[in-house]
């Protein structure tokens, strides 16, 4: 009696070891797939992290290339739209000045015949980025169509506006833009022009205008007038007149297209 019971205590003993072994070895095959899945789940959690950052990319790549010209890297008319709208909001706010710079430049057509419209490209391009450097990094400058640029000044009066419309003057007309061009003079000698100049004119809020409208129409004006003086200068406009002040009052918005300019075709550190 005594063998049998010691039989049945070490069958038991061994069922209840092995029990205990496939428990111990479930829980560890229950773990090891805890572990590859925590880890898959980890690489997954990764892979959307990083794919989110590359779709965060793109996004801003695209809407920076919205608003940026293709050909000069500046802003382009449609950021200009937006710009000028809040910029004359915060002055009109703030009782602030601002000034508008609109740029043609002389001559451009030239280069164009000359040099053939790649050079001129090229010529284009650098020139916007010089005029960049010449501004403020508060400042807005945009391509508004063809060669001409509109500048936008806030917290800037007719003197501050008349010291940059004369550095850019300055660059433009120092510009090598002929080097290597048959026909055009590479540099301009001393004393006298070279083949590209600027006429800019100048329209400030609140003097010539309240509104995006009656401030560019006020700042073509006075570039019309720098030109028919011959160029490589820059004009104010007059003051704003009743019917300017009418018009300001009907029209609050820059129109949505610019039917008399190409407008197929940075904001950057300067001091005043």
């Given at each position: ?46 892979a959307l992290a990083e794919r ?134 590479p540099q301009p000698r001393p ?17 010539h205008g309240s509104h995006a ?60």
């Amino acid at each position: 009696m005594d063998a049998a019971n010691a039989a049945a205590a070490v069958t038991a003993a061994c069922t209840a070891a092995g029990v205990l072994a496939a428990l111990a070895a479930a829980a560890g095959l229950i773990a090891r797939h805890q572990r590859r899945a925590r880890r898959r789940a980890e690489a997954r959690g990764d892979a959307l992290a990083e794919r989110l950052l590359d779709l965060e990319a793109e996004h801003e790549q695209l809407g920076r290339t919205a608003v940026t010209d293709p050909l000069t890297g500046i802003w382009n008319y449609r950021y200009l739209q937006l710009a000028l709208e809040r910029e004359i909001s915060r002055a009109v706010r703030a009782r602030r000045p601002l000034a508008l710079l609109l740029v043609d430049l002389d001559g451009f057509r030239r280069v164009n015949e000359a040099a053939g419209h790649q050079q001129g490209n090229a010529v284009l391009r650098d020139l916007a980025q010089r005029l960049g450097l010449e501004i403020r990094q508060a400042d807005i400058l945009g391509r508004f169509g063809g060669e001409e640029f509109l500048a936008i000044l806030p917290e800037t009066d007719l003197d501050g506006a008349a010291h940059v419309a004369e550095r850019l003057c300055w660059t433009v007309r120092n510009h090598p833009v002929g080097a290597g061009v048959e026909g055009i003079e590479p540099q301009p000698r001393p004393g006298r022009r070279g083949v590209l100049t600027a006429s800019i004119g100048v329209a400030v809020l609140p003097d010539h205008g309240s509104h995006a409208v009656p401030l560019l129409r006020a700042a073509d004006r006075a570039l019309a007038e720098a030109k028919e003086a011959g160029g490589d200068g820059w004009r104010d406009a007059l003051p704003e007149s009743p019917e300017d002040v009418k018009q300001s009052e009907e029209v609050s918005e820059v129109p949505e297209e610019n039917p008399s300019r190409n407008a197929q075709f940075t904001e950057t550190p300067a001091s005043r």
